[in-house]
């Protein structure tokens, strides 16, 4: 008697749970969906760099979840507005984050588009942002004496940082900051 | 009509209600059935004070289930203890990056996305989950009065799952994760689990379906629901490809939520629901309630998953219905602890004398102290100074560790002697191990706690610039770096224990023989 209510009431109740928090949502978020106003997909070579962005786990840092204006400063702070469900279209796996130990980059792109800040960035954070915990991405770079037509250079001596051989962004590099710098808020609704 | 009807978050109270009526249902006709003395059947109708000083025949019973259980038990123990080892040094290395942010940096396999998921992998699907299985498989015989029949397809089952882990582990260090919080590892490696989770359920289940006995314990509701749970949840949350966007960050807390609230809570629950009064030697202080409590935990739990995502660009009546179920959580988390706590508080010399029981009466208590913290916090006012931040790490380590890592190396420390027949060969490192896992963890909490209320206040103020956030963390985040390390010495030591009683297991059954 026991085993029977407990296997049915587990399982009923599992089921609810899963009815409330995903069924229910699930028909609630395609209404509110406008599918004429869904943001433009990433590039190719963006998709490229979100895989990356994936692959290194920048997720557990960096929310992609702005607040709304109500809810905090992330709107004074250059994050965005709130997002939208229909921001998010598409997207598989989801990367809203849950973390902050650096800041939101739902609209990055938007925020600081340079490239070769991007670059130096991640090669090394403390060169641009002193303060920065952020752990450098050394291997995403290349260290070369000659460098070779097409390769995209880290203008370190610009910075006053003395490096003996040229160090080169590898694809992965590339790939990832085109990823970031696509990373904007395409239009800003109305919000009071 | 119907966008403003959820909005108005009527569901969500109708479903509250709705909850309390049928947990109320349930409670009038089973609760009231199980009389308090329903409790006396872990004793097996012996009403001796002291737990291990029953009648022989029974002692040999005992002994004998217990011996049944030795080859799964011990091999999943042990390989718990290696995940959780592994673990600790992934979250070691994680926890000194973020303040040396340049250590290790040039291995992009140890790159901190990386070893901070291999930690949470590792402990979670690794120490935790093949812990509490291994404890519930040597406690269901004793339960139903039977060994498992079958118990070979729970060691292959347990190969199976390191398998699997080993390969999702290794998988997440070279790059293959799926990119989604507690569901990182490949499907492939989700679904050997899956098969694993089944081969070593099925003749757990078995044996409960075919139990004469009279009445069933708490713990095997606990477990019971929890071996029917895992499965499901895990298998649908790792079906990532069908979910996109905020639809997936939905599932993603629907799942890694409820494998906190109906896994390792229900299965650690289970476990302290019977060590504690079998180790005391007295009953649980009041059985009945504890019905109450599986069932409201059941309801209530397994809805509260989309409080992770407050201030999220997710629909406002599915966050409102996880902030009341979050707050609905007071009702099975005050059961629990008036059930666990009176029962520890009145025989508190004999809490003291063992140390066993003293990791699961403190594992106990920690876990009153973090259901009542995630409730609070869960509320839109708390959530927004302590989402985002270190905070949210300080509390599900009081929860993963405090609790669930507390009554699991209590368990050990009370279940591997009885099941090798031998005891620990130093009593005294025991002691030792409860002193760091004590002193590491308040550390832990204590510090990350503080470092993550400070960093969510900065955060939230307007005229701080970011950077101001990041570096008020930095001293507490150096502080978590000194308990955890305490912790992992202390893990160090579990293991060498085990090392130690294992060989001298070897060498009686020796001696036996020649």
């Known amino acids: 008697m026991n085993k029977t209510l407990v296997t049915i009431g587990a399982i009923i109740i599992l089921a609810l749970s899963g009815i409330v928090l995903v069924v229910i949502p699930h028909f609630s978020i395609l209404r509110q969906i406008d599918h004429t106003n869904i943001p433009p997909v990433l590039s190719e070579q963006a998709q490229r760099g979100r895989a990356v962005y994936i692959d290194l786990g920048c997720v557990y840092c960096h929310s992609q979840q702005p607040r709304h204006k109500n809810f905090g400063p992330d709107y004074l702070r250059g994050w965005g507005h709130q997002p939208e469900a229909k921001d998010y279209f598409g997207q598989n796996p989801h990367q809203l984050g849950t973390m902050r130990t650096g800041p939101d980059l739902f609209n990055i792109g938007d925020r600081n588009p340079s490239l070769q800040w991007h670059l130096v960035h991640l090669y090394q954070p403390q060169l641009v942002v002193p303060w920065s915990i952020m752990p450098a991405f050394p291997f995403l770079f290349e260290e070369k004496t000659a460098p070779e037509e097409g390769d995209v250079i880290l203008k370190l001596a610009d910075m006053g940082i003395e490096r003996e051989n040229t160090v080169v962004a590898s694809q992965r590099a590339l790939d990832l900051v085109v990823y970031l710098r696509e990373l904007k808020q395409k239009e800003k609704p109305d919000e009071d | ?514």
């Open chain 2, 1 to 514: 009509m119907f966008e403003t009807l959820l909005s108005l978050s009527g569901l969500s109270a109708i479903l509250t209600l709705i909850g309390i009526l049928v947990v109320a249902y349930i409670f009038y006709n089973h609760g009231m059935s199980i009389s308090n003395r329903s409790g006396m059947v872990i004793f097996d109708g012996d009403d001796q004070v002291h737990s291990e000083s029953i009648d022989k025949k029974t002692a040999k019973r005992w002994q004998h289930l217990d011996e049944s259980t030795r080859g799964h038990v011990i091999y999943l123990l042990f390989m718990a203890t290696i995940w959780l080892l592994a673990g600790s040094v992934a979250g070691m290395i994680a926890s000194i990056k973020l303040h040396h942010p340049n250590f290790l940096t040039q291995y992009e396999f140890l790159t901190f996305g990386r070893v901070r998921t291999f930690h949470l992998n590792s402990v979670a699907y690794g120490w935790l989950s093949l812990g509490v299985i291994g404890i519930a498989t040597w406690l269901l015989p004793r339960l139903v009065h039977a060994s498992i029949s079958g118990s070979r397809f729970i060691f292959v089952g347990g190969v199976l799952w390191n398998i699997a882990i080993a390969g999702g582990l290794g998988a997440i260090l070279l790059g293959f994760s799926e990119g989604v919080e507690w569901l990182e590892m490949p499907f492939w490696s989700d679904l050997t689990i899956a098969i694993a989770g089944g081969l070593i359920a099925i003749p757990a289940l078995h044996s409960i379906n075919r139990s004469k006995v009279r009445h069933l314990y708490v713990s095997v509701w606990y477990i019971l629901a929890a071996l029917l749970w895992f499965p499901i949840l895990f298998l649908i949350g790792n079906m990532t490809k069908f979910h996109q966007g905020v639809e997936h960050a939905l599932v993603n807390w629907w799942f890694a939520h409820n494998a906190l609230g109906l896994w390792f809570t229900p299965m650690s629950l289970g476990i302290a629901y019977y060590i504690i009064p079998k180790a005391i030697g007295r009953p649980i202080y009041s059985y009945s309630l504890s019905f109450l409590g599986f069932w409201t935990l059941a309801l209530f739990y397994s809805n509260v998953g989309v409080h992770h995502l407050i201030g999220g660009p997710v629909p406002n009546y599915v966050v409102t219905i996880s902030i009341i179920m979050s707050m609905m959580m007071f009702v099975p988390v005050i059961a629990v602890a008036v059930n666990h706590h009176m029962t520890a508080f009145k025989h508190l010399a004999i809490v003291k004398e063992q140390t066993a029981l003293r990791f699961i009466v403190l594992g106990a208590i920690m876990y009153t102290l973090a259901s009542v913290q995630g409730s609070l916090h869960s509320l839109r006012s708390l959530s927004q100074i302590t989402h985002f931040t270190h905070y949210t790490v300080s509390h599900a380590h009081l929860g993963a560790y405090g609790f669930a890592s507390f009554i699991l190396f209590g368990a050990a420390y009370f279940v591997i002697p009885k099941v090798l027949q031998t005891n620990w060969p130093h009593r005294k490192l025991i002691s030792l191990h409860f002193y760091l896992a004590i002193i590491g963890i308040v550390i832990y909490v204590v510090f990350l706690g503080i470092g993550g209320w400070l960093q969510g206040q900065k955060m939230l103020d307007p005229n701080a610039a970011f950077m101001e956030s990041t570096l008020v963390t930095i001293p507490y985040l150096q502080g978590r770096t000194v308990g955890g390390l305490l912790l992992f010495i202390g893990h160090a030591i579990f293991f060498l224990h085990f090392i130690l009683i294992l060989l001298k297991y070897k060498n009686t059954m020796r001696g036996k023989h020649e």
